[in-house]
């Protein structure tokens, strides 16, 4: 089966890193088709996976747009959907990965004839996306998706309670190789000290710079635990959040964190800093559609507390595989970071415990495999 998938992103967010590993077993038979240039357009060619720039201009669509702003920015969507609709007669398939590539997409499978799949990382629900951009996305799929792949429990309910067709959609949760998150210890006493981390308890946070990763309320738990507990924060304002950014710095300067809170910018060897870390934190003030850090943090064998909301209670279970806290509440993050120093031996059993379940409940191989499946299953009779 050839595929043409479509992602707007030129930046590596948790959609983009999930496409990676789902294009791979398709690299000889695939492209991906990108709306805007940027580093994952690097990260796919080291992975061999075919890949052209398809838009040059930036489309104007933010989570937020009106109505008026959606129309305006169909004018622009034109000369793209005319270049999809080219390509598209070259695949059997069309696989749209992220809102901007389902519009797209969309009308290309329409001018095309070719069947549409769309991968649904997000929760469409008011606090992540305005009443047009959900009314937009759900009708888009409803009229010409054959399948949704929602990542999550959380993003389906949310895409059927915005009126999305139950009947369309099947649950693929994100996958992972577990090899990839096997450090050597060396490595990390290393990197420990390279960092300036030496005898510190040492909570790490990845995700991008953004209000709603929470990463504000990290470092206000920081300043309630002791001393010795040290934030690395991994990531950067991948989408235009520099206001944001000045916040937490300002942050930090208020509360005197300056020397427990460093700020490493977004890097490509999250395995080895996460190892490095005694905890992982997820923080996400709104509810998180899956959640790659936590299940990554489990398989470096890593303790994870995570926020009670979202994807993240699918992968979370308290006191079993990791914690779960309050999302938007420091004291409650600070009393979990607290046990945690505390009750080292009985955290470690946790996260020994997540490491193992993990590892074959999110293999990467099993996740192609439920996709190859559904796609199989919806389109081969058709198309072969
Ligand atoms: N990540 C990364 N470098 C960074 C920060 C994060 O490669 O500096 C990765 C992280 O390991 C994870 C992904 O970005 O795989 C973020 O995905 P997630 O699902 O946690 O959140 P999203 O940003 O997609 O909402
Ligand atoms: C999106 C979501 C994130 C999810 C990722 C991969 O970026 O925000 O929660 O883990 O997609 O599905």
Known sequence: MKILFLDQSGKPGGAELCLIDIAKPYRDRCLVGLFADGSFRDLLLSAHIPVEVLATSQIQVRKESSLGQGLASLSQLIPLVGKVVRKARKYDLIYANTQKALVV???????????????????LSPEHFSKTNRRIAVTSANRFASLVIANSQASLNAFVAAGGRQDLAAIVYNGFDPKVYQIPESDVSQIRQHLGLHKQFVIGHFSRLAPWKGQHILIEAIAQCPENVTAILVGDALFGEQDYVQQLHQQVTALGLEKRVKFLGFRSDIPLLMTACDLIAHTSTSPEPFGRVIVEAMLCGKPVVAAKAGGAIELVEQGVNGFLVTPGNPQELAQTIITCLQETEKTMVIARHARATASQRFDVATINQQISQLLEKKFISKTD
Do not use: Q, T
């Open 105 to 123: 997409g969309a009308l290309a499978s329409f001018f095309s004839r070719r069947p549409l799949v769309y991968h649904l990382h997000d929760i």
